[in-house]
């Protein structure tokens, strides 16, 4: 079979070659697109990760943040520590300061700072002592009786003339029962024929003590404020027969703390002068010495 010669030959290439232009526009396009897609995929899959990452990172910090914390809290309660060693303590103030004796005047500061709460304006005034109702206080330089025999010479005579039970001439007050002790040894030299009785709480009854002074005539009383109290409330003890009053005021415990340094003590003092002998002393029948 022969070719349509009518048919214009020329005009069919042409039109195929349009097609086969047409198609490759076509398929560009779409190329294109599948090539945005996958860089878009491939963006996407790229960043992702970065997001894990900032992720990680913020946990690290939230994981961090909390030790820091930690450690400054630490390093705080170590400051707080150290501080608190280096404060000082009452008996390391007592210790570096230099011993004063006492006087009249620190006695009544104490009473008038104890009842300024408690007490009106009047009877604080009554509440204050003249300085006849004091005796000579000690310088640091005395003994017990050394001391007792320059406040009271006539000491032979006072306690023949005493007579009365339940009763003392002579009354100290110090801090505590084994002090107590101490100072009624130191009593030896002075003392004489006089009766001594000790007056304090440790293994002893108020009712034993009540029935000693009930029993003789004691001159002498060595006790701790609180069972000195307690005995005048229970009528144990008068101090109608009193005449004088030491204090022992100067010495000072291993802590370096005086009788009224100590709170309890210092409570139980202010009770005891409250009691009756800050009247006798402004009858001028109670005289305080400060040993």
Request: glycine share 6%; charged share 35%.
């Amino acid at each position: 079979m022969g070719d349509d010669l009518g048919d214009e030959w020329w005009k069919h290439e042409g039109n195929s070659d349009a097609s086969e232009v047409e198609e490759i526009e076509e398929k560009q396009p779409t190329e294109k697109l599948n090539k945005q897609t996958k860089t878009g995929k491939k963006r996407s899959l790229t960043e992702k990760p970065p997001k894990a990452k900032k992720k990680k990172k913020t946990e690290q910090k939230e994981c961090l943040v909390p030790q820091e914390k930690k450690q400054n809290d630490g390093d705080k309660s170590t400051n707080t520590k150290k501080r608190k060693r280096k404060k000082k303590t009452i008996t390391d103030v007592l210790a570096s300061s230099e011993p004063k004796p006492g006087c009249p005047a620190d006695l009544q500061n104490l009473v008038t700072q104890y009842f300024s709460d408690k007490r009106s304006v009047i009877e604080l005034e009554e509440l204050k002592l003249q300085d006849s109702c004091f005796l000579a206080s000690n310088d640091l330089t005395h003994s017990l009786s050394s001391y007792l025999k320059e406040i009271c010479p006539k000491w032979a005579k006072i306690q023949k003339q005493h007579t009365d039970k339940s009763s003392v001439v002579l009354l100290i007050v110090c801090s505590s029962a084994l002090r107590t002790i101490e100072l009624i040894k130191q009593l030896t030299t002075f003392k004489g024929e006089a009766k001594v009785l000790k007056l304090f709480a440790k293994h002893i009854k108020v009712e034993e003590q009540v029935k000693l002074l009930q029993k003789g005539i004691t001159h002498i009383g060595v006790g701790t404020p609180g069972r000195l109290c307690a005995l005048i409330e229970r009528e144990g003890l008068n101090i109608q027969a009193l005449r004088y009053l030491v204090l022992d005021w100067n010495w000072r415990d291993q802590k370096r703390r005086r009788m009224v340094d100590i709170p309890e003590v210092k409570l139980d003092f202010l009770r005891l002068l409250d009691s009756g002998i800050l009247k006798g002393c402004k009858e001028s029948k109670i005289k305080i010495g400060l040993f």
